[in-house]
């Protein structure tokens, strides 16, 4: 899967980096890695970091299906996702509109600096 999966559990957050072909598969199944982790505690706060995309291979159908199940995180955790290329940018908006009701803490930002700045994080 082309994810790298990092959890600071003195930060609370949980990062998410993914790159190179990413498919509606590989996207689904990700919150399943996530839950399963022994470092995930629902109340940490999230950025998927998809600077080192070079395809979304994600379909509307898949971004909906994500979006209309539970969060693996508690309906107060911050999302950030992290989508510098217009590409990435347009996916990340499209389900940040599908998921108002189940990630109401969405944002998308451009670079990682304004990820942490959004999170608190220095």
Do not use: C, W
């Not at 629902?42 to 898949?62: G, S």
């Amino acid at each position: 899967m082309p994810v790298i999966l990092k959890i600071n559990p003195q930060k609370k957050v949980v990062y998410s980096t993914f790159f190179g072909v990413v498919t509606d598969q590989e996207m689904l199944e990700h919150s399943k890695t996530i839950a399963e982790h022994p470092n995930f505690r629902p109340e940490f706060d999230e950025i998927a970091d998809l600077t080192m995309v070079t395809e979304l291979r994600v379909t509307p159908a898949a971004l909906q299906e994500l979006a209309n199940r539970e969060s693996v995180f508690q309906n107060s955790a911050k999302h950030v996702i992290v989508a510098p290329k217009d590409f990435s940018f347009k996916k990340a908006e499209q389900f940040k509109q599908m998921a108002e009701s189940s990630r109401p803490g969405l944002k998308v930002a451009r670079t990682a600096a304004e990820a942490y700045e959004i999170l608190g994080l220095k």
